[in-house]
């Protein structure tokens, strides 16, 4: 789990990232959670968009991302989620 002031941190890495991902009317599929896995061995941090089109509702999104890729839910602010996960092989973020 991570620390508030970890939270902040982290909050404070991701606030000039884009989404790279988009979460659509189809919804959270295994397909998307083995692409967002990759892509946070690489990056460590990274930003999903939740369309207006989605059938789920942001925070069960989020909530099945973080349990499907192992990673801590930084934030859900708008229609945004922010995920942090350590990278085993590529890390680059160190935690205060």
């Known amino acids: 789990m991570l620390t508030g002031k970890q939270k902040r941190f982290l909050r404070s890495k991701a606030h000039h990232l884009n989404p790279i991902f988009q979460v659509g009317k189809s919804g959270v599929n295994d397909n998307m959670i083995t692409q967002i896995e990759a892509a946070l061995e690489a990056r460590e941090l990274l930003k999903v968009s939740v369309l207006q089109n989605c059938l789920e509702d942001r925070d069960t999104v989020a909530d099945k991302l973080s349990k499907g890729t192992h990673a801590e839910l930084v934030q ?17 973020i160190s935690l205060p």
Do not use: A, D
């Open 76 to 92: 859900v602010i708008g229609n945004t989620i922010v995920l942090y996960k350590e990278s085993t092989e590529n890390k680059q």
